[in-house]
């Protein structure tokens, strides 16, 4: 299939041509781009979103590190629909960021997802937290209301079923401030998908979901069994960290991992964070040509051996810990900070564990690290390389 994607020096092109001169166009620059990639969405294999019967292109924009508006004009213009984002990307400015670009864009042109964290166990506030939460977010993205909210980054099948929560959670669709309800989890339990199925009340679901992950044939057992009752699925992570080296000097091949993901048609739409606009074409070149090769598949397949930067969330480490440490988000904030290069991410990642003297950890032990990884990690290397991190002023962090 021809790839009709804009690349960059198009984009450039016709920026000028309408007479922005530079990477930021005004509207009537934006109206010149869109004339002429108008047709794109139909380029891209389109999916349904479980019960929710949003029809998706196969790719979606993970917004999270973008902080580029003409990154997300360029996936818009391309003929991405859904833009997904969260309260806490950017304290804020990633949801600031899209609302200012879509606020004069057809409502219908588009879908938002966003996402909410609470503290487990809930505070007496909760509610009152949780709604405030959401009505900023309402408030940055200058929308009356958001496709998808998800609440953010659950670990737990309690997090997923109290009742509290979904209650909290029927209150914001009956209010009309949500359309679909779902959570999205890194924790690569197939029990928080069957979890989320039998509350009844999550529309979607989104989830790690790549090449890489050990327990494969049981997390898509669970899809599968989601999708049947009505359930959708959004793949993210599916990069497995960007790299595929321990180093995070080499890149991956972004496009065969999406297209692996792409293989399993009950997961609706990816999420990839492409930040600039070389990793916007390769993805819409991948889009375009979903079908994984056999080359591609070859390449997959050397790599699920390899030790890279991906966790398998196994657990196994936080039993073996001398300090007890939560090894596997540590490992997480790694990734983040020598994959995908995300330091803000990786020491926001750090912070939120609210781990005591959180500089001087492994301490104890003294180079007898107690941990052996089933990934390979040499793990209090790596967090003798990340947690130095927590020292550097926001402001230097990309
Ligand atoms: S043992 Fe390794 S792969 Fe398993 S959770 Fe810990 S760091 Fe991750
Ligand atoms: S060195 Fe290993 S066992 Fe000791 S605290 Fe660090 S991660 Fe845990």
Known sequence: MKNKSVNRRDFFRLSAAAGAGAMIAPASAASALRTTTESKANDFPIRTLGRTGMKLPILSMGVMRADNPNVVRAAYNSGITHFDTAHGYQNGRNEEMLGNFF???PRNSFSIATKGKFQYPLKDSFEQDYTALLDLSLKRLQMDYVELFFTHALEKPEEVTGERIINCLKKFKADGKVKYLGFSTHALKPELIHAGIDAGVYDVILLSYNFKL?????????IARGVKAGVGFIAMKTMTGAVEDTEGKKKINAQACLKWAWENENIATIIPGFTNFDELDECLAAANNPALSASEKDYLAMLCDKEMLFCQRCGKCSEECAEHLPVSELMRAYMYAYGYKYASLSKETLLE???????????SCAGNCKVKCSSGFDVAAKIAAITPILEVPDMLLT
Do not use: Q, V
């Open 103 to 105: 606020k004069d864009k």
């Open 214 to 222: 050990k327990n494969l044939k049981e997390t898509e057992e669970a």
């Open 353 to 363: 564990l609210n781990l005591p003297d959180a500089k001087n950890l492994c301490r």
